[in-house]
């Protein structure tokens, strides 16, 4: 192994990096729904402050259940993370491939969905057992979805599968989002983000007025505290990915910096507004809207990109 | 088949105050549903019977933090009611005035928690934001935002100073615009419609069944409403309608109160005009009570409230008996969200604007070592009304 891979996974655009941006990106979360609702928010590193008081607290860990699971589940998924994110990072920021295609990206994001699946079902809690079970029908919802958006990319990027190779197609032949076929796909991806982060109006698993935090419900202190940052990351991650596959990456030289900030902030806000203007969907309308109407548009695109619009 | 019981309370982020639902559910489905109250019982009846009555109207205003107006505006009605007395004009204006600017915020109010509680927390923020104008009117008229302590047996103790009425009628209008354009906002979502509508139907056979009232009942298709079928107050000489719908759902009920609001805003307006012009006494000085029984009535927010007041001529009421609103409107539940998902029955527990703390009127006597219905609360109830009439008979 190279020693520069350490450097990717550890600090940028790995752990250090991705942790960090994702705690200052929930500020913006934050800052952005209080100013949604009249309030005025908190101040830019209450998010830290959060983390680090949580890492602190006592982990009470229930009777009931299987202990191992219930404490590894939040760790393997902040794994899962890390790499996640360094993959997809050294695509957009080095343009290098760290020896993992988009295959290897679907797999692991599942892998943590299956994580928050195992973390709630093991400690018996009612609550935490049917937030699982929601957990478990949206990712069989928007799954199908948002791998018939990914093969977008690939198709117009001439049926290439690493993230490096999508990116560099995009270079040369211009961003996948100005055609049609991209921009369909673009926004079904937003909205199947939206379920995977779990943010409203899919955030049925962790229903705060039903479920209590559904899977969440009994974890407490450095375990919670890594499931908060967990959801915080997947704020970088995941409009990083959608930035790779269809809007061309950044140019980080001179007044590219400016447009890669503004690209990233706008995905973000995008999903901050999505969140703050819809109410909480029943797992049946998420179900409903996802295989009835998402999925034929993401096969819709899939055909336009096969006959290259 | 494996079914599972998911615990709503005692203390849960969809209830704001401690109260008990099992709910049985199938995967995600409610199959049967179960209530226990007495979580939040105070014994209000039994130190209204210690209290003299003017104390007691301020007692009671406590039963419930968000209808404060409703409980003392019932009693007063019950303890006029023994001895007919009669209530100037200005006093029933004012009380009207109260009353339907209550009816404003209580059901603004609602209309908050019921977006947080379906997770829209846009809409609580900016209803709440609204509310406060409201709160704000309630203390230039009586100098509290919460517990107003305006009614007396024989009018209300303070008056509204002519002074301050252009102001008030101009923060009203404020209000409605505002309110336009949340309800327009509500009214225009089709993801909220989507998500209420035909949720947790009360059909208009159950809610006769169940005795329902307010506007649960009148989201049903009954016209249930004391303002117009016994107006008290200044009721019988104002303008407005009662809304009824027919469905019956979550979708019905948030438009009903959307309404009702305006019509409120409407009664207000009038109460305005009419106090600005009128300047009689506000309070009728009442010496004393005589002996009797009375009945007051009043449409909360939430329903009809109910109070019944037996007096022996002294000036404490010997049985005071409240029975508010969501004591008739909680047991809907039973019609109305079995066979729905969990997501479907919780907003429909709260879309009855529960009031807990103002059902809370009972105990239930349990004896763990023997037979737990060992103690019959018909049996207790109904010696306890003969012990009454024996002692005012003077037996």
Same mark, same amino acid.
Request: charged residues 20%; glycine residues 8%.
């Given at each position: 192994m190279?020693?520069?891979?350490?450097f990717?996974l550890?600090?940028?655009?790995?752990?250090?990096?991705?942790?960090?941006?994702?705690l200052?990106?929930?500020w913006?979360?934050?800052?952005?729904t209080?100013r949604?609702?009249?309030?005025?928010?908190?101040?830019?590193?209450?998010?830290?402050n959060?983390?680090?008081?949580?890492?602190?607290?006592?982990?009470?860990?229930?009777?009931?259940?299987?202990?191992?699971?219930?404490?590894v589940?939040?760790?393997?998924?902040f794994?899962?993370m890390?790499?996640?994110?360094?993959i997809i990072?050294?695509?957009l920021f080095?343009?290098y491939?760290?020896?993992?295609?988009?295959?290897?990206?679907?797999?692991?994001?599942?892998?943590?969905?299956v994580?928050?699946?195992?973390?709630g079902?093991?400690?018996?809690n009612?609550?935490?057992s049917?937030?699982a079970?929601?957990?478990?029908?949206?990712l069989?919802?928007?799954e199908?979805?948002f791998?018939?958006?990914?093969?977008?990319?690939?198709?117009k990027?001439?049926?290439q599968?690493?993230?490096?190779s999508?990116?560099?197609?995009?270079?040369?032949?211009?961003?996948?989002i100005g055609s049609?076929s991209?921009?369909?796909?673009?926004?079904?991806?937003?909205l199947?983000?939206?379920?995977?982060?779990?943010l409203?109006?899919?955030?049925?698993?962790?229903a705060?007025t039903?479920?209590?935090?559904?899977?969440?419900?009994?974890?407490?202190?450095?375990?919670?505290?890594?499931?908060?940052?967990?959801?915080?990351m997947?704020?970088?991650?995941?409009?990083?990915?959608?930035?790779?596959?269809?809007?061309?990456?950044f140019?980080?030289?001179g007044?590219?910096?400016?447009?890669?900030?503004?690209?990233y902030?706008s995905?973000?806000?995008l999903?901050i507004?999505?969140?703050?203007?819809?109410?909480?969907i029943?797992?049946d309308?998420?179900?409903?809207?996802?295989?009835?109407?998402a999925?034929?548009?993401?096969?819709?695109?899939?055909?336009l990109?096969?006959?290259?619009? | 088949?494996?079914?599972?019981?998911?615990?709503?309370?005692?203390?849960h982020?969809?209830?704001?105050?401690?109260?008990?639902?099992?709910?049985?559910?199938d995967?995600e489905?409610v199959?049967?549903?179960?209530?226990?109250?007495?979580?939040?019982?105070?014994g209000?009846?039994?130190?209204?019977e210690?209290?003299?009555?003017?104390q007691s109207?301020f007692?009671v205003?406590?039963?419930?933090?968000i209808c404060?107006?409703?409980?003392?505006?019932?009693l007063?009605?019950?303890?006029? %009611? =023994?001895?007919?007395?009669?209530?100037?004009e200005? @006093?029933?204006?004012?009380?009207?005035?109260?009353?339907? *600017? !209550?009816? +404003?915020?209580?059901?603004?109010l609602?209309?908050?928690?019921?977006?947080?509680?379906i997770?829209?927390d846009?809409?609580?923020?900016w209803?709440?934001k609204?509310?406060?104008?409201?709160?704000?009117?309630?203390?230039?008229?009586?100098?509290?935002r919460?517990?107003?302590?305006?009614?007396?047996?024989?009018?209300v103790?303070? %008056? =509204?100073?002519?002074?301050k009425i252009?102001e008030? @009628?101009?923060?009203?209008?404020?209000?409605?615009?505002k *309110? !336009?354009? +949340?309800a327009?906002?509500?009214n225009?979502d089709?993801?909220?419609k989507?998500?209420?509508?035909?949720v947790?139907?009360?059909t208009?056979q159950?809610?006769?069944?169940?005795?329902?009232?307010?506007?649960?009942?009148?989201?049903?298709?009954i016209?249930?409403?004391?303002?117009?079928?016994?107006?008290?107050?200044?009721?019988?000489m =104002?303008?407005?309608?009662?809304?009824?719908l027919q469905?019956?759902?979550?979708y019905d009920?948030?438009?009903?109160?959307?309404l009702?609001?305006?019509?409120?805003?409407?009664?207000?307006?009038?109460?305005?005009?009419?106090?600005?012009?009128?300047n009689?006494?506000?309070?009728?000085?009442?010496?004393?009570?005589?002996?009797?029984e009375?009945?007051?009535?009043?449409e909360?927010?939430?329903?009809?409230?109910f109070?019944?007041?037996?007096?022996?001529?002294t000036?404490?009421?010997?049985?005071?008996?409240?029975?508010?609103?969501?004591y008739?409107?909680?047991?809907?539940?039973?019609?109305?969200?079995?066979?729905?998902?969990?997501a479907?029955?919780?907003i429909?527990l709260?879309?009855?604007?529960?009031?807990?703390?103002?059902?809370?009127?009972s105990?239930?006597?349990?004896?763990?070592?023997?037979?737990?219905?060992?103690y019959?609360?018909?049996?207790?109830?109904?010696?306890?009304?003969?012990?009454f009439?024996?002692?005012?008979?003077?037996?």
């Amino acid at each position: 192994m190279k020693p520069e891979f350490v450097f990717y996974l550890l600090v940028f655009p790995g752990l250090l990096f991705t942790s960090v941006l994702g705690l200052l990106i929930g500020w913006v979360d934050r800052k952005v729904t209080a100013r949604f609702t009249y309030r005025v928010g908190p101040p830019l590193f209450q998010n830290f402050n959060d983390f680090f008081k949580l890492l602190g607290k006592e982990t009470i860990i229930v009777k009931e259940g299987v202990h191992s699971l219930f404490i590894v589940a939040p760790f393997i998924a902040f794994g899962v993370m890390v790499l996640i994110s360094a993959i997809i990072g050294t695509a957009l920021f080095y343009q290098y491939d760290l020896g993992a295609d988009i295959i290897v990206v679907m797999y692991l994001l599942m892998i943590y969905s299956v994580m928050i699946i195992l973390g709630g079902a093991s400690t018996g809690n009612v609550y935490s057992s049917v937030g699982a079970g929601r957990e478990i029908k949206l990712l069989l919802a928007d799954e199908l979805a948002f791998i018939l958006i990914c093969l977008v990319p690939i198709i117009k990027s001439g049926y290439q599968i690493k993230l490096d190779s999508i990116l560099m197609a995009q270079v040369t032949n211009g961003a996948f989002i100005g055609s049609f076929s991209g921009l369909i796909a673009f926004i079904i991806g937003i909205l199947c983000i939206q379920a995977k982060m779990a943010l409203t109006p899919f955030s049925i698993p962790e229903a705060e007025t039903e479920l209590v935090e559904g899977p969440l419900m009994e974890y407490s202190g450095p375990p919670l505290a890594f499931w908060k940052l967990n959801q915080l990351m997947m704020y970088v991650a995941f409009p990083f990915l959608l930035i790779l596959l269809f809007w061309g990456g950044f140019e980080l030289i001179g007044i590219g910096i400016l447009w890669a900030v503004l690209k990233y902030l706008s995905i973000v806000v995008l999903m901050i507004i999505i969140k703050n203007t819809n109410p909480r969907i029943r797992i049946d309308t998420a179900l409903h809207f996802f295989w009835k109407i998402a999925t034929p548009l993401a096969f819709i695109a899939i055909i336009l990109a096969v006959f290259g619009y | 088949m494996n079914k599972n019981v998911i615990p709503v309370g005692p203390f849960h982020p969809l209830l704001e105050e401690a109260e008990y639902f099992t709910l049985t559910v199938d995967g995600e489905t409610v199959v049967d549903i179960e209530l226990d109250i007495g979580w939040m019982h105070r014994g209000h009846e039994f130190i209204s019977e210690q209290k003299t009555f003017t104390q007691s109207i301020f007692l009671v205003e406590r039963i419930c933090g968000i209808c404060s107006t409703s409980h003392p505006l019932a009693l007063v009605h019950a303890i006029e %009611d =023994v001895d007919n007395i009669e209530i100037p004009e200005r @006093a029933a204006y004012i009380r009207t005035l109260i009353g339907e *600017l !209550e009816r +404003i915020h209580s059901h603004l109010l609602w209309l908050g928690l019921a977006g947080h509680f379906i997770g829209y927390d846009t809409v609580w923020m900016w209803a709440w934001k609204y509310r406060e104008p409201v709160l704000e009117m309630f203390e230039v008229i009586s100098g509290n935002r919460n517990h107003y302590g305006m009614m007396r047996v024989g009018g209300v103790s303070k %008056d =509204v100073e002519p002074a301050k009425i252009s102001e008030l @009628a101009k923060n009203l209008d404020m209000i409605q615009t505002k *309110l !336009e354009m +949340i309800a327009k906002a509500v009214n225009d979502d089709p993801v909220l419609k989507s998500r209420l509508k035909g949720v947790g139907v009360l059909t208009k056979q159950a809610a006769i069944d169940f005795c329902a009232v307010g506007p649960t009942s009148r989201a049903s298709g009954i016209p249930a409403d004391v303002r117009k079928t016994d107006p008290k107050d200044a009721y019988g000489m =104002v303008d407005f309608k009662v809304i009824v719908l027919q469905n019956g759902d979550v979708y019905d009920k948030l438009v009903l109160r959307v309404l009702e609001t305006f019509e409120s805003i409407k009664i207000v307006k009038q109460c305005l005009d009419k106090l600005a012009e009128n300047n009689s006494p506000i309070l009728n000085d009442i010496k004393e009570i005589k002996p009797g029984e009375g009945i007051g009535r009043y449409e909360a927010p939430r329903g009809e409230v109910f109070h019944y007041v037996r007096t022996d001529g002294t000036n404490r009421p010997i049985r005071h008996k409240v029975r508010a609103p969501s004591y008739v409107n909680i047991p809907t539940f039973q019609a109305s969200c079995k066979g729905i998902p969990i997501a479907d029955a919780l907003i429909t527990l709260a879309a009855v604007d529960p009031c807990y703390c103002c059902t809370e009127r009972s105990l239930k006597f349990i004896d763990i070592n023997h037979d737990p219905l060992k103690y019959d609360l018909l049996k207790i109830s109904r010696e306890k009304t003969e012990s009454f009439r024996r002692q005012i008979n003077g037996l």
